[in-house]
């Protein structure tokens, strides 16, 4: 039997979704996001695409997490300080060489604020902690300040304070110096450094105290504040819960072939959904997939390594190696390239890769999109003994066919949400610093 359903002005014909191993999840509501204050959001919406919180006033949080580009850059591995231009076009600036690229994929931003979301980033270097007069475990652990709403807002801490994102070079900025001798938190820290910046324009004071009644009765502006104000416009631009699939949920859809296939795999023989699960399709767990890592790795200064232990970094646990969070899946198909460090730049082959029984990184295409920069990108696929270590790592995979991995992606693109996609606020046409935007 056939129904149809009128979604974003197209009549789109359906049929019924065949049973599934595991029950669908609970459809989005606005219960499981924060109630926001549209001025703090408008504010907010100013900063994030605002390079004056950039050490060298250059870089700005949109740079990296682009509406063009899904919220990500396009890039396997981005290029933060030291390049040019926007999204796969930026290149390494020939008079400021980066010291090396990003060592992971800019991640997506869609649902970011949902209530559900309790650790952030690749490796959960940030997450819910009750226990802790944050609420928040960080790397700054006691250092950790009081005052970020939550952990989207706390997540902000990082790119600010990394001399390869934003902060830049040691000697480039009072930030980055401020950053290379330890110095974060109280007066004259990075944090310090970047908030007077803000209250020194005045659109920005104003602003602040229009929002915070607290900085109105004089209260200086604090880094907590402007990261509070970033996380409440992110999390109204790209909530996503507008896709067939978010109809389907509600109960005003049903799939159609193949998507509807797709779907009866994701849940069932294919488990998908034992990882991917839940109404934001992740378990918010660590998994080691034996995904590829190329670039620098995320290594200390004073290591010579390039490899990507995940998890096991924060952990220090031996069996948390090589273990990644499971990432959400709205706008799946758009935020390529894939994998923690943007290894595929198809999502068929990395879907491919991904349920194969046993992997092998020998045999993975190298035609991530990187920027040109000096030094090898590859040292890790090419050492024998760290590919084995990944691989043996590595969960199995249910070795799917092409047909199945070509239905399961018809199921991902109803994921697809085009009012998040397109954002609803947008690029502002100016920024109260009235440095140049990336657009």
């Given at each position: 039997?056939?129904?149809?359903?009128?979604?974003y002005?197209?009549?789109?014909?359906?049929?019924?979704?065949?049973?599934?191993?595991?029950?669908?999840?609970a459809?989005?509501?606005?219960?499981?996001?924060?109630?926001?204050?549209?001025?703090?959001?408008?504010?907010?919406?100013?900063?994030?695409?605002?390079?004056v919180l950039?050490?060298?006033?250059?870089?700005?949080?949109?740079?990296?997490?682009?509406?063009?580009?899904?919220?990500?850059?396009?890039?396997?591995l981005?290029?933060?300080?030291g390049g040019?231009?926007?999204?796969?076009?930026?290149?390494?600036?020939?008079?400021?060489?980066?010291?090396?690229?990003?060592?992971?994929?800019?991640?997506?931003?869609?649902?970011?604020?949902?209530?559900?979301v309790?650790?952030?980033?690749?490796?959960?270097?940030?997450e819910?902690?009750?226990?802790?007069?944050?609420?928040?475990?960080?790397?700054?652990?006691?250092e950790?300040?009081?005052?970020?709403?939550?952990?989207?807002?706390?997540?902000?801490?990082?790119?600010?304070?990394?001399?390869?994102e934003?902060?830049?070079?040691?000697n480039?900025?009072?930030?980055?110096?401020?950053?290379?001798?330890?110095?974060?938190?109280?007066?004259n820290?990075?944090?310090?450094?970047?908030?007077?910046?803000?209250a020194?324009?005045?659109?920005?004071?104003?602003?602040?105290?229009?929002?915070?009644?607290?900085?109105a009765a004089?209260?200086?502006?604090?880094?907590?504040?402007?990261?509070?104000?970033?996380?409440?416009?992110?999390?109204?631009?790209?909530?996503?819960?507008?896709?067939?699939?978010d109809?389907?949920?509600?109960?005003?859809?049903?799939?159609?072939?193949?998507?509807?296939?797709?779907?009866?795999l994701?849940?069932?023989?294919?488990?998908?959904?034992?990882c991917?699960?839940g109404?934001?399709?992740?378990?918010?767990?660590?998994?080691?997939?034996?995904?590829?890592?190329?670039?620098?790795g995320?290594?200390?200064?004073?290591?010579?390594h390039?490899?990507?232990?995940?998890?096991?970094?924060?952990?220090?646990?031996?069996?948390?190696?090589?273990?990644?969070?499971?990432?959400?899946?709205?706008?799946?198909?758009?935020?390529?390239?894939?994998?923690?460090?943007?290894?595929?730049?198809?999502l068929?082959e990395?879907?491919?890769?991904?349920?194969?029984?046993?992997?092998?990184?020998?045999?993975?295409?190298?035609?991530?999109?990187?920027?040109e920069l000096?030094?090898?990108?590859?040292?890790v696929l090419d050492?024998?003994?760290?590919?084995?270590?990944?691989?043996?790592?590595a969960?199995?995979?249910?070795?799917?066919?092409?047909d199945?991995?070509?239905?399961i992606?018809?199921?991902?693109?109803?994921?697809?949400?085009?009012?998040s996609?397109?954002?609803?606020?947008?690029?502002?046409?100016?920024?109260?610093?009235?440095?140049?935007?990336?657009?």
């Open positions: 039997m056939r129904i149809s359903y009128i979604s002005g197209l009549l789109i014909s359906l049929v019924a979704l065949p049973l599934t191993a595991e029950p669908l999840p459809p989005l509501t606005d219960a499981d996001f924060r109630a926001l204050n549209m001025a703090e959001v408008r504010l907010g919406q100013n900063l994030f695409y605002d390079p950039s050490g060298n006033r250059n870089i700005s949080c949109g740079s990296c997490h682009h509406p063009k580009f899904a919220t990500g850059d396009g890039l396997s981005g290029l933060g300080e040019i231009g926007l999204g796969p076009e930026r290149v390494a600036d020939p008079a400021n060489l980066p010291e090396q690229l990003i060592p992971r994929n800019a991640p997506p931003l869609f649902n970011i604020g949902a209530r559900q309790t650790v952030l980033f690749a490796d959960g270097r940030i819910n902690d009750p226990s802790r007069p944050s609420g928040i475990r960080s790397p700054l652990e006691d950790m300040v009081l005052g970020f709403d939550n952990i989207v807002s706390a997540q902000t801490m990082f790119p600010v304070l990394s001399p390869d934003m902060a830049g070079h040691y480039e900025n009072e930030v980055s110096r401020a950053v290379r001798r330890g110095l974060i938190t109280g007066e820290g990075a944090w310090d450094l970047i908030s007077k910046r803000v020194g324009i005045d659109e920005y004071q104003d602003a602040f105290e229009a929002v915070y009644p607290d900085i004089g209260r200086a502006i604090a880094f907590t504040d402007i990261s509070n104000a970033i996380a409440a416009f992110m999390e109204f631009e790209w909530r996503a819960d507008d896709s067939l699939f109809a389907v949920l509600r109960g005003q859809a049903t799939f159609e072939a193949p998507a509807a296939e797709g779907a009866t994701f849940y069932g023989d294919a488990k998908c959904a034992s991917h699960s109404t934001l399709l992740s378990d918010f767990g660590f998994h080691a997939m034996g995904q590829p890592q190329l670039g620098p995320k290594a200390e200064r004073f290591e010579s390039q490899r990507d232990i995940g998890r096991m970094r924060v952990t220090g646990r031996g069996d948390d190696a090589y273990r990644f969070r499971t990432p959400m899946l709205r706008n799946v198909v758009e935020t390529g390239p894939w994998g923690h460090a943007g290894a595929f730049t198809n068929t990395f879907l491919s890769f991904h349920s194969r029984g046993e992997k092998d990184l020998a045999s993975v295409a190298r035609d991530a999109v990187l920027p000096p030094g090898s990108h590859w040292a050492d024998v003994s760290e590919r084995q270590s990944i691989e043996a790592a969960l199995p995979g249910p070795d799917l066919g092409d199945e991995i070509k239905a992606v018809a199921f991902l693109e109803t994921l697809s949400d085009p009012v996609l397109r954002g609803r606020l947008g690029i502002p046409d100016g920024v109260p610093s009235g440095l140049d935007i990336d657009r």
